[in-house]
C-alpha cells in the first residue's frame, strides 16, 4: 500500500508565489521517481515536472522551465514544487504522482488526489 497525498494549494496573485508539498507514506522506500501533473477544466491533463529518485535529475514543460522548481528530500518521503511568478494560466488542479520509471508519465502508478491551485489576474 503506497498512499500520496499533495497540500499547499490556495489563491495566489499574478506573480506570486506557491510551494506544492507531496508526501508518501505506507510501503514505500523513497526510491520512487516522482513527479507533478496539472489539469485545468475543459483541458487535457498536462505534465509539469519530475524529479528521479536521488534528486539528480530533473525536468519540466517548457511552459514552466526557470518559474518552477522540482525537489525532494527523502529522509522525510517528500517532493515539493516551488512555483514563482505565477500566472493565470498555471490556474489547474496539480497531482503528485509516483512511478518506478524515470521520467514520469500520465501512466504512472500512484496518484495523489490534487490540489487546487488558482492565480487571480
Known amino acids: 500500500q503506497v498512499q500520496v497525498e499533495e497540500s499547499g494549494g490556495g489563491l495566489v496573485q499574478d506573480g506570486g508565489s506557491l510551494r506544492l508539498s507531496c508526501v508518501l507514506s505506507?510501503?514505500?522506500?523513497?526510491?520512487?521517481?516522482m513527479g507533478w501533473f496539472r489539469q485545468a477544466p475543459g483541458q487535457e491533463r498536462e505534465f509539469v515536472a519530475t524529479?528521479?529518485?536521488?534528486?539528480?535529475?530533473?525536468d519540466y514543460a517548457d511552459s514552466v522551465k526557470g518559474r518552477f522548481t522540482i525537489s525532494r528530500e527523502n529522509a522525510k518521503n517528500t517532493m515539493y514544487l516551488q512555483m514563482n511568478s505565477l500566472k493565470p494560466e498555471d490556474t489547474a488542479v496539480y497531482y503528485c504522482?509516483?512511478?518506478?520509471?524515470?521520467?514520469?508519465?500520465?501512466?504512472?502508478?500512484?496518484w495523489g488526489q490534487g490540489t487546487q491551485v488558482t492565480v487571480s489576474s
Open positions: 504522482v509516483a512511478d518506478f520509471v524515470y521520467p514520469v508519465t500520465i501512466r504512472a502508478h500512484f
Open positions: 505506507g510501503r514505500t522506500l523513497s526510491r520512487y521517481p
Open positions: 524529479v528521479s529518485w536521488n534528486g539528480a535529475n530533473t
